[in-house]
């Protein structure tokens, strides 16, 4: 008979998880419950059950997995029903991480989502359009380097059905356009957009958006966004010049959004957007602006006013 894995073993795979999960599901949320999910089912067995499982990770790993898979096949009909377009959860620089499951003073680092390019909002974006079983297949392949014999034993396919399913999403990824603009580049492309919303100067921030632009805006149903993406660089600056008239004292904050440079505009202190952008050949191609409340809980206690 084996023996009881110990705790620090159990709880140091959760931060493993949260990364997976949240790639999985693009919602911080819904990552937090699947992990959760999978701890309750392995308490919920025996000792003498827990002490049978040779690898307690690869075991939360596999019902971890399954639980997103379920969940992503639901999420489909829910987003048909979701006011407006839906935007993956933006995500907050480490130092600025407010919040945990408990919602509310520092997070534990085991919350913590590992900020790459596989949780930029353009690759989040992507990920989105794929089948859930593809998303599943790319992730655990691609992204966490799992061999397909194991992604097969957790998805419950063949190897060679798990290998055509990445080689699938990767054809969607090959697709999307890759950045162009050096991430030094970035930065400033975004401080003078910042700088352009803020003087209301619409010709310059036309000229600092891809005349082909598309801006995507998430309110929920809860918070005012246009329902449909705007697309076209002086539709997008007239927009973001009308938005920032109705609200007098928006602060916009230049921040790290899921790795990548971004904006937040916080009203009366509070968070009320957070702005995640692509970039190609020295010009703003994309914006997502979350401003669906539920989606920025790790934004809304967060960071000082300043930048």
Same mark, same amino acid.
């Given at each position: 008979?084996?023996?009881?894995?110990?705790?620090?073993?159990?709880?140091?795979?959760?931060?493993?998880?949260?990364?997976?999960?949240?790639?999985?599901?693009?919602?911080?949320?819904?990552?937090?419950?699947?992990?959760?999910?999978?701890?309750?089912?392995?308490?919920?067995?025996?000792?003498?059950?827990?002490?049978?499982? =040779?690898?307690?990770?690869?075991?939360?790993?596999?019902? /971890?997995?399954?639980?997103?898979?379920?969940?992503?096949?639901?999420?489909?009909?829910?987003?048909?029903?979701?006011?407006?377009?839906?935007?993956?959860?933006?995500?907050?620089?480490?130092?600025?991480?407010?919040?945990?499951?408990?919602?509310?003073?520092?997070?534990?680092?085991?919350?913590?989502?590992?900020?790459?390019?596989? !949780?930029?909002?353009?690759?989040?974006?992507?990920?989105?359009?794929?089948?859930?079983?593809?998303?599943?297949?790319?992730?655990?392949?691609?992204?966490?380097?799992?061999?397909?014999?194991?992604?097969?034993?957790?998805?419950?396919?063949?190897?060679?059905?798990?290998?055509?399913?990445?080689?699938?999403?990767?054809?969607?990824?090959?697709?999307?356009?890759?950045?162009?603009?050096?991430?030094?580049?970035? !930065?400033?492309? !975004?401080?003078?957009?910042?700088?352009?919303?803020? =003087?209301?100067?619409?010709?310059?921030?036309?000229?600092?958006?891809?005349?082909?632009?598309?801006?995507?805006?998430?309110?929920?149903?809860?918070?005012?966004?246009?329902?449909?993406?705007?697309?076209?660089?002086?539709?997008?600056?007239?927009?973001?010049?009308?938005? /920032?008239?109705?609200?007098?004292?928006?602060?916009?904050?230049?921040?790290?959004?899921?790795?990548?440079?971004?904006?937040?505009?916080?009203?009366?202190?509070?968070?009320?957007?957070?702005? =995640?952008? =692509?970039?190609?050949?020295?010009?703003?191609?994309?914006?997502?602006?979350?401003?669906?409340?539920?989606?920025?809980?790790?934004?809304?206690?967060?960071?000082?006013?300043?930048?």
């Amino acid at each position: 008979m084996g023996t009881e894995p110990d705790l620090s073993v159990i709880v140091g795979e959760r931060r493993q998880l949260i990364n997976l999960a949240y790639r999985l599901l693009g919602s911080l949320a819904e990552a937090e419950d699947a992990v959760q999910e999978a701890y309750a089912r392995w308490y919920a067995m025996s000792r003498r059950q827990r002490e049978a499982v =040779a690898s307690p990770g690869a075991w939360l790993t596999t019902v /971890a997995t399954r639980v997103c898979l379920d969940l992503l096949g639901s999420a489909r009909a829910r987003r048909e029903r979701y006011v407006g377009e839906w935007i993956p959860e933006p995500l907050p620089d480490r130092a600025e991480w407010i919040g945990g499951s408990a919602g509310g003073g520092p997070a534990d680092p085991a919350d913590w989502v590992t900020l790459d390019e596989s !949780v930029s909002m353009a690759f989040l974006v992507v990920l989105e359009a794929m089948t859930p079983a593809e998303r599943v297949a790319f992730v655990l392949h691609d992204v966490f380097r799992y061999p397909f014999p194991e992604v097969a034993a957790i998805v419950g396919r063949t190897p060679a059905a798990c290998r055509q399913l990445a080689t699938s999403a990767r054809r969607r990824i090959g697709a999307a356009p890759a950045p162009t603009t050096p991430a030094g580049e970035q !930065v400033t492309l !975004v401080r003078h957009f910042k700088e352009a919303w803020e =003087a209301r100067d619409i010709a310059a921030l036309v000229g600092l958006l891809a005349p082909d632009a598309t801006m995507t805006t998430d309110g929920g149903g809860v918070a005012g966004a246009a329902l449909r993406p705007v697309v076209g660089g002086e539709p997008i600056a007239r927009y973001l010049v009308h938005f /920032a008239e109705k609200a007098p004292g928006l602060a916009l904050l230049e921040r790290s959004v899921n790795g990548g440079p971004g904006l937040v505009a916080q009203h009366t202190g509070v968070t009320a957007t957070v702005a =995640a952008f =692509a970039l190609a050949d020295g010009r703003i191609t994309r914006i997502w602006a979350v401003r669906n409340p539920d989606k920025l809980r790790p934004w809304t206690a967060s960071a000082p006013q300043s930048g």
